[in-house]
């Protein structure tokens, strides 16, 4: 998202504006050179405290005041947690300082589109470089590769399979193999975790085939208003792995009959588990509903296959 740059690497460069003077000059009196180490970062959404480092040419004798402020779109309270307030003391004897920020507790999706900046203010013991300006986003830290199941486009489609029941999920793309498909979207609040939900509000898809699961319950693609912002929570085996767990987040989700059945709408419990594969580009889950609310005693499991591409 943003291209970063070194903390030492910057300190270098403001060394060598100091440092370029010919050979039997007058020693240099100006006062140092400051500004931020990195120009751009980014806010995890997952809590990690964010450094930002300011950098100075040359040490002071005493202990000085450095004030700077925020503007954007990004900056209220419900967005970030400012841990260091202005003015920023700088100790003497110190040439690396730091801001430092976190998320807000607020668990808001719109954040991510959302961006800060913050902007040093001049001062009469110091000389202002052009790295005045520290620019930053939000972000999730996805550590397993969501996005294979999650495609940045306008109608994400992921392609599913079921068998219907504990059975292996069958090979194919009959309706033998049980093939739907949902609109699937990664998490813009948690990290490896994905949902099938439509954008639009009241309008519902095809999540884990239900319109067919229910049919005989009254219904139809049109009521249901299917809605699972979190579904599968992926868990890498190791750091950096390409595959491991998937946790099936143990919910109660509500479907919609049709309006002409008088019906009310009802609730099915899911929770469950399975595994994914980056490499193969599958999701394979074993998920169990609780179906108790149709009257249907003991708990159903079925099984379902979710792949990067659609089957041939």
């Not at 504006?17 to 000059?25: F, I, K, N, R, V």
């Not at 292996?168 to 093939?179: D, F, M």
């Not at 309006?259 to 193969?280: H, I, K």
């Not at 074993?286 to 792949?307: K, P, Q, S």
């Amino acid at each position: 998202m943003f291209k970063i740059c070194t903390s030492w690497t910057a300190l270098l460069g403001l060394i060598l504006l100091m440092a370029c003077e010919p050979e039997g000059a007058e020693v240099n009196l100006l006062p140092p050179l400051l500004g931020f180490g990195d120009t751009t970062g980014v806010v995890s959404v997952a809590g990690e405290i964010l450094e930002v480092n300011i950098l100075l040419t040359a040490a002071m004798d005493q202990d000085r005041d450095l004030a700077f402020n925020f503007s954007g779109d990004g900056v209220g309270a419900a967005d970030i947690r400012i841990l260091t307030p202005s003015p920023l003391r700088v100790p003497a004897g110190s040439t690396e300082v730091q801001i430092q920020l976190q998320v807000a507790e607020l668990a808001d999706p719109s954040r991510l589109d959302r961006r800060g900046v913050i902007t040093l203010e001049d001062n009469d013991w110091f000389r202002l470089s052009e790295r005045q300006f520290f620019y930053f986003g939000f972000s999730v830290p996805h550590t397993a590769a969501v996005e294979l199941w999650t495609p940045d486009e306008a109608f994400p489609k992921l392609y599913g399979y079921t068998s219907f029941g504990p059975e292996p999920v069958p090979e194919g793309s009959n309706l033998a193999a049980g093939e739907h498909f949902a609109f699937a979207y990664s998490s813009r609040t948690e990290p490896n975790v994905i949902g099938m939900y439509n954008e639009v509000p009241g309008r519902s898809t095809n999540a884990l085939n239900l319109h067919r699961v229910y049919a005989d319950y009254e219904v139809s693609t049109g009521s249901a208003n299917i809605r699972i912002p979190r579904l599968f929570r992926l868990i890498p085996d190791s750091p950096g792995a390409t595959f491991g767990q998937v946790e099936v987040i143990e919910q109660r989700i509500t479907i919609v009959r049709r309006a002409s059945s008088g019906l009310p709408p009802f609730e099915v419990g899911l929770s469950g588990s399975g595994t994914y594969d980056e490499v193969t580009g599958t999701i394979l889950v074993t998920i169990i509903f609780d179906e108790t609310e149709l009257g249907l005693g003991d708990a159903v499991v079925r099984r379902y296959a979710y792949e990067s591409e659609e089957r041939p």
